[in-house]
Structure formats: C-alpha cells, structure tokens
C-alpha cells in the first residue's frame, strides 16, 4: 500500500511533465483503459473518479478509526501526507485524478510486485494549465530520456533523489505509468491485440457487475501465483480453492455505517466442485437463525431446491476427490450392513436447508462447540425414518443405545462415525458420532447433548438470533434465499479466540480486539445468477466509543464476588440449580461444573445421562455447603447443607 501512496504522488509530476512533452492535438479516440491492461494482472481496480473516491475513503469514519491500529498506522500517516499535498495544489491533482483510472498489480519477481496506471485522458482540454505549473516542477526531475518499443515512444523520467525510474506513454487518450518498464512494454503489446479484454468471461463479468464508483477484478490465473509472494511453499493450499475460479469482479462501497462488496464470479465447470455444486441445486431460505442461540459464534446454511438432487451434486464432487473410491466404498458398507438406504431413510425427510453452526463455548479448552442442524419437511416422518435408522444400529451393532429428555425434547444417540463428513464432506468432519433431537423444524445434531442442551434452551427462551432486533435489521441486507450464508459475531468469535488459542497468539491478538469488536456482525451470501455466481459481503460499523461506553455500563451493573449473597442466606432453589444439566458425553460417569476462578461449582455422579449417586456443591471459595445423593434423576436419602465454616445448618430427607 506504501508503495501505492509513493507512486501516486510521484505520478502528478509525470503527467505535468508528460502532457508538455507530448504537447499536440490530434483527434482523439476513446478507448477503455481496461484495453491497455496486460492479462497477467493479479487484480485490477477501476475508479470511474479517482479524486473523489480518495477524498471519500480519507473522510470515512470507518477508515480514521482503522488507521489508528497499529497495522494501518503507517499507512494512514502516508495518506494524511498525501492529503495535504493534494489540499494544497487541489487544481492540479484534479486535472490529474479527476479522470477515469485503472489500477493493476502484476508480479514481477518471485517474491515481488509492481502497478500499472492507465489514466483516460480523454480530451484534456487543461493544457494551458499544466502549462503554467511546469516550470514548478522542473527543479525536481533529473534525467529525461526516450525510445521505441514497437513503434511506441517511452518517456523515461528519473526526479532528484529518487532511486526510481518512471516510464510512461500515452496511446491516444490513454495514458500508461509504471516504475518497471516490463509493465510499460507488455501493456504496450496489449493495444494492438488485447486479450484480457476480449475475453469473454472477463467480459461476462464486467457486463453483470456494471458500472460503479469502484470496481475491482481479480484474475484467479494470475492472483494464486501472486499470494505465493506472502506465502511460505508450505502454506499453498489456496491454490486448490482457486484454480477453479477464472474472474470475480467487486463493487466496493464505504459509508460511515456499512462496508459492503458486492459482485460476481465465473466458475469453472469441467470439474465437479463445491461452487458447480451450490450453483445446480437451486437455493433455499436462511431460517436457521430461529433455533441458533444469540451468542453463537457463527453459522453457515447451505440452501437448495431439493435436497436429493443437492446431494448428488455432492456425491459427483466427492467421487472426484482423492477419497472418492473409499467413499464409495464406505456408502455402500454402512447401507449393506444396515440394511438401509441414504437416499429413503435419510434424504427423504430433508428440506432446503442445512447448517453448521458453531456456539460460543465454556467447554474444555481446545474444544468448539458444533452443532448440524437439517431442516425437515415432516415430524411425524422424520421421527419415523431416524427411528428404523436407530432401530437398525442396535440389531447390527453392540452399541447401547441411551437416550434422554430434556425440557421435553427427546435426545437420541445416533451411532454412525464419519456420516456427515461421509454425506457432505470435510466441513462437516467435526461431527462424529452425533447425538440428535428434533427440534422445530430442524433436526439438530451435535457430538455433545450438552450442545444440544444449549440449543433448546434457546429456543425455549426466545434467545435465539431471530429474536433479536440486531440480526433482523442486518438480514435486510440481503436476499431471504441463497444457496451458501455465513454469518460471523466478532465478540463470540474473539471469546472463543481466547479460549482456544495458546497465550503467545492470544496476546498477539488481544490489541486488536476493539476494532474487530467495531465490525459485531459479517454476513457472506452466494448464490447462482444465470452462469455465474453471485456474492455480497456485509459488515455493518458500530462507533468504537459507543461499544466502549456500553462494555463499562455492563461491568458497573455486575455483581462481584464480595458482593455476591453470603451462602448461609441462599435459599435452597439457588443452591440446588442443576435440574437441568446435560453432560458431554452420555456414557459420562460423572458431570462437573466450575467457577470463573476455576473452583468446582458442583459435581453429580452420572448413569446414563441422568443423575444418580452422590452430590456435592461448593462456595466459589471451594468451601462444601451442599452434599447429597440421586437416584434417576431425583433427589434421595437426606440431604445436608452447611455454611462458610462447615458446620451444619441443616438436614432435608426426600
């Protein structure tokens, strides 16, 4: 970006002397910059007003408080510099960047880049201006030289002091700028015979995305051999994701509330893929967020017309992969050993929707909470399809078969390893061997009845982010169907963040937390328009001052420890207040809950999932003032409560 800032002011100096060194008027054709831009151009911006846009990102509210972290810091300093130079000769950088301008970023050695201007001159009508103000710059430029390359004139201009070279031509109204002549000559090439432009998916992109204030292009042919200028040799994955991708472009938009980029992507479709997959299948409506608690870290739904032709779209992307004869395989053992079908027992009852959710977690560190919630076209159904399936697994299997209820929802143990990542790939693989109830609408499944646990007192409590004013005004912003949505919370994400990472990466994020914090929700939406695919990212900006004030009022309105109730003055519902626990694991032996400060809140002997044996319950001070014992889930014997100091206050029997 430094990079950038430095180019762009050396450029009005260029041009100044550039305009009088090509000082004659001859008719002048209209051409698109975008002709003049070589095709292995990573990415490519077009700014329909340069001097404007510049003026609008320095002012944006969004920008002034990004620049204050330390990542952006140098940067905006840079741009502020830049600023005044522009405020103080405003006439001049608007002859210059008052003009449509394409922007390009090109590799140029392994493990370096440079840019490509071409500036629409158009008709240039300043002349006599940049007349007037050429002597000012005289004193700065040093060397001037030039020559031919293929019967186009180079200027090559070196200013005092600069280590940097600058070559440029102009080709009618278009005006070429780069500091490596390679860029220069290669865009050259281009005016005769242009390919980036004549392409005709690129253009199918260019006609979908339109004309706007900023567009921005990536060519994925190009762009993967680009990353590898950041990237270590080890961490060039991306180049899988990418290489079935030939163009996207972008429309950027930054208002002082909202970051959003919204545009189009070709798919290439000689291959099966995850995107030709989405793409075939229709979409569905996003109507996971009625049983998704409010605090869940984020949630991806997966949308589609029919949930059997989805599934073999899915099917031909995972018989391509490197498993894909082991998939095979596997699908036909489980439904052979059985005695089941996928498509009847279990596609059957599926709607339009299925998502992967992950829940803010206080489990065991290292550990993320995910649920895979499926959308049913019918209980009664659904109820009957999962039962042959668990009716099936006990006469095969050794497996016990345990079940509960919880707040009146039924949670069943489903026990087949691998089946989802078996059904809908690696996204899926953190579900295992999943517990399940149904739930509404949906069939929720997680490795943890704990999970699922959560997931139902959500909705019985109206916890869940439909109910919740925030994420009904941010879903306005998009389409109430798509076949691929995810949607990120910054605070739970950051939580879980701290949880799970070691300290030294922990630490190393923990100052950046209030500007992630400053961007709460981020939704990303696909979808399949004719041929190409659709997509819109959306994060909305709350003001950091604002979440700063919000924070202290919450911390002020907290009890803390000194003022929590003595425990001798705790009524019994209050001490006994697991009626409703659900362990990790049904086969658990025994459930354990903990303080913030990591004392043991209370510990309960387990049998299938229920309570039964001894109960004990501690001060957060560790101190015992409650022991007793359960039997099914209930109460038993006599029961002992104690104060501070240990001594009996009194004897209950049930």
Do not use: C
Not at 252 to 260: P, R
Not at 347 to 355: G, R, T, V
Not at 406 to 413: A, L, P, R, T
């Amino acid at each position: 970006m430094k990079k950038v800032i430095i180019v762009v002011a050396v450029i009005v100096l260029v041009i100044a002397f550039s305009f009088v060194y090509f000082f004659y008027l001859q008719p002048i054709k209209k051409n698109n910059p975008l002709m003049a831009v070589p095709p292995n151009a990573s990415m490519i911006f077009h700014l329909e007003n340069p001097f404007e846009e510049w003026n609008k990102i320095t002012d944006n509210k969004i920008w002034n408080y990004l620049k204050t972290n330390p990542y952006f810091e140098e940067i905006g300093q840079e741009m502020d510099s830049l600023t005044v130079d522009m405020q103080s000769n405003s006439s001049l950088w608007e002859l210059v960047m008052d003009r449509p301008m394409v922007m390009s970023i090109h590799k140029t050695r392994p493990k370096d880049y440079d840019f490509l201007y071409v500036i629409d001159l158009q008709r240039a009508t300043q002349f006599d201006f940049i007349k007037n103000y050429i002597n000012d710059f005289s004193d700065d430029i040093e060397k001037v030289y030039t020559r031919t390359y293929k019967e186009q004139e180079i200027l090559e201009i070196k200013f005092i002091d600069s280590p940097t070279t600058y070559y440029l031509f102009i080709y009618d109204n278009l005006l070429s700028v780069s500091s490596t002549h390679i860029l220069v000559e290669q865009s050259i090439d281009q005016l005769k015979k242009p390919i980036l432009i004549r392409d005709f998916d690129f253009i199918d992109i260019t006609k979908a995305l339109g004309s706007n204030d900023i567009n921005m292009y990536i060519n994925y042919a190009a762009f993967s051999d680009y990353l590898k200028i950041w990237m270590d040799d080890s961490e060039d994955e991306s180049s899988d994701i990418l290489s079935i991708l030939k163009y996207s472009g972008m429309s950027l938009e930054a208002t002082d509330k909202v970051f959003s980029v919204e545009g189009y992507t070709n798919v290439k479709k000689d291959k099966p893929n995850l995107l030709t997959a989405l793409m075939n299948s229709g979409g569905g409506e996003i109507g996971v967020g009625t049983i998704v608690p409010d605090n869940a870290s984020y949630f991806m739904s997966l949308g589609f017309d029919n949930a059997k032709d989805f599934y073999e779209q899915m099917e031909e992307v995972l018989k391509t992969s490197e498993d894909g004869e082991s998939y095979m395989e596997s699908k036909q053992k489980i439904e052979d050993y059985l005695d089941i079908s996928i498509e009847e027992d279990f596609l059957s009852w599926i709607d339009n929707e299925i998502a992967l959710i992950q829940l803010n977690s206080n489990s065991d560190k290292n550990k993320v909470e995910l649920a895979v919630a499926i959308k049913h076209t019918d209980f009664e159904d659904t109820q009957e399809r999962l039962g042959y399936i668990e009716q099936q697994i006990r006469k095969k299997t050794p497996v016990k078969f345990k079940g509960i209820s919880y707040k009146g929802y039924d949670i069943q143990f489903l026990s087949i390893k691998g089946f989802f990542k078996l059904m809908f790939g690696n996204a899926f693989e953190g579900i295992d061997k999943p517990y399940y109830t149904i739930l509404d609408d949906y069939v929720v499944f997680s490795n943890s009845p704990r999970t699922l646990g959560k997931i139902i007192s959500s909705v019985e409590e109206k916890s869940t982010l439909d109910h919740t004013k925030e994420y009904a005004v941010f879903m306005e912003n998009f389409d109430y169907e798509s076949s691929l949505f995810i949607y990120l919370s910054a605070n739970e994400l950051l939580s879980d963040a701290e949880r799970i990472l070691d300290a030294a990466s922990w630490q190393e994020l923990k100052p950046h937390q209030p500007y992630f914090k400053s961007f709460p929700m981020i939704g990303l939406q696909i979808k399949a328009d004719g041929d190409l695919l659709n997509h819109q990212i959306q994060m909305n900006y709350l003001n950091h001052e604002q979440i700063s004030n919000w924070n202290n009022l919450v911390k002020e309105s907290e009890f803390t420890e000194d003022e929590v109730t003595d425990s001798t003055e705790t009524e019994e519902e209050d001490l006994i207040s697991i009626e409703n626990i659900l362990p990790e694991d049904l086969n658990s032996k025994t459930f354990i809950e903990y303080y913030e400060n990591e004392q043991v809140k209370f510990e309960v002997s387990l049998k299938d999932g229920l309570k039964h044996g001894r109960y004990f319950q501690y001060d957060s001070l560790g101190n015992m003032v409650v022991k007793g014992r359960y039997r099914n889930d209930e109460k038993s014997g006599t029961w002992r409560f104690y104060d501070e100091d240990g001594d009996l206050i009194r004897k209950e029997r049930f």
